[in-house]
């Protein structure tokens, strides 16, 4: 079989406009700047208004990446979402961006790995791609963690806010820009972060009432297990790619806490010019966390094209994943 090549063909990102600043939280939770930005490294995050959701917010960031593509909605054949705050299950986000988007010939569906969606979703596209069977791919990773917070809980709400990001990958017959991409989960660990959705089911009609609808986390036992594990697996990733370390030019790591961060980038011995850190301004914003860190690296020349960068997450489920990645001149 003929082998074919994934490009990076466009990125986009949108946040929304409201600003919460950690001194606006002060004014009604038990907090205060400097305990948020110790531990967190969280300064200020996005939050959507009324009208604006997961859709609004992936619509615009798919647009972006749409333009620079270069390509016609119409040669579009997939969207795949990574979502974890859908508006409703069904119809799904991709689909409502679809609609949006009048992206007529293509087929959309969710997936749901929190905040590793979106590696998830390029390596469910590469595998699209390099089947032979679809041409261009639209991936969309939007969340709004603001609608599913307790903002009475401080140990929680402080560390989510809302965006969305977007990345269109295509065939190539001469180049390759996927260069690995290693994807794990541990479903033992599912209860450190959850967000159930409760129903009522025949013939009691009960609801369950231990479930909230709100997001709940075992802050320290994740803290724990990714700093054990994340550094070592990337580490694993780029030499199971056949690279060094220094072979990559950029480290991209999800944006969930700046001592996270620090613990990945020493494992790596990385200097700080090489690591892009945007948690300050955004906080955690789940799936959107990476595509937002690379389009922002990129604009604000943090990020040089014609580089190799390592793009790595970990969410809820647990699942984790990482992607070795070629970035060219003009995808944003
Ligand atoms: C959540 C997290 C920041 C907490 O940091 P920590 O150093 O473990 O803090 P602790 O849980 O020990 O809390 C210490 C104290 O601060 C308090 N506290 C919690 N949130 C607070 C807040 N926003 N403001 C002030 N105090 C707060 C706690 O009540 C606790 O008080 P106590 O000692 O009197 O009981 C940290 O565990 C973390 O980042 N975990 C990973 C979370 C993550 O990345 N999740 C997303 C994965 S995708």
Redesign the pocket.
């Known amino acids: 079989m003929r082998n074919i090549g994934v490009k990076i063909k466009g990125l986009g990102m949108h946040v929304p406009e409201t600003v919460i600043t950690n001194d606006d939280l002060t004014k009604f939770?038990?907090?205060?700047d400097e305990?948020?930005t110790t531990?967190?490294g969280i300064k200020k995050r996005r939050v959507v208004k009324k009208g604006e959701d997961v859709v609004t917010l992936g619509v615009e960031a798919a647009r972006k990446a749409i333009v620079n593509s270069q390509l016609n909605v119409s040669e579009i054949d997939a969207i795949i979402c990574a979502t974890s705050c859908p508006k409703h299950l069904y119809p799904s986000t991709a689909c409502e961006i679809q609609k949006a988007l009048d992206i007529k010939n293509a087929f959309a569906f969710d997936i749901t790995a929190?905040?590793t969606g979106f590696i998830y979703a390029i390596d469910i596209a590469q595998a699209y791609i390099q089947s032979g069977k679809y041409k261009n791919i639209l991936i969309v990773a939007t969340d709004t963690n603001s609608k599913f917070l307790n903002w009475e809980d401080?140990?929680i709400c402080?560390?989510f806010g809302d965006g969305a990001g977007a990345m269109v990958l295509s065939s190539s017959n001469n180049d390759n820009d996927i260069l690995g991409i290693n994807l794990k989960s541990d479903g033992n660990l599912g209860h450190y972060?959850t967000l159930p959705l409760s129903g009522k089911g025949y013939p009691s009609f009960e609801q369950d009432e231990s479930s909230s609808q709100y997001i709940s986390?075992l802050?320290?036992d994740?803290?724990k297990f990714?700093v054990s594990t994340i550094p070592q697996f990337i580490v694993d990733t780029i030499e199971n790619s056949g690279l060094n370390a220094d072979d990559i030019d950029y480290l991209v790591p999800?944006q969930?806490?700046i001592r996270?961060i620090e613990a990945m980038q020493s494992r790596l011995n990385y200097e700080d010019s090489k690591v892009i850190i945007n948690i300050q301004n955004y906080g955690?914003t789940s799936a959107a966390s990476i595509p937002i860190a690379l389009c922002e690296g990129i604009s604000e020349g943090k990020i040089k094209t014609h580089s190799k960068v390592i793009l790595c997450a970990?969410?809820?489920g647990m699942t984790w994943g990482a992607a070795i990645m070629n970035l060219d001149k003009g995808v944003y």
């Open positions: 939770l038990d907090t205060s305990w948020i531990r967190t929190a905040c401080r140990s402080v560390l972060i986390m802050g320290k994740v803290y990714v999800h969930a806490n996270i955690n970990f969410g809820a």
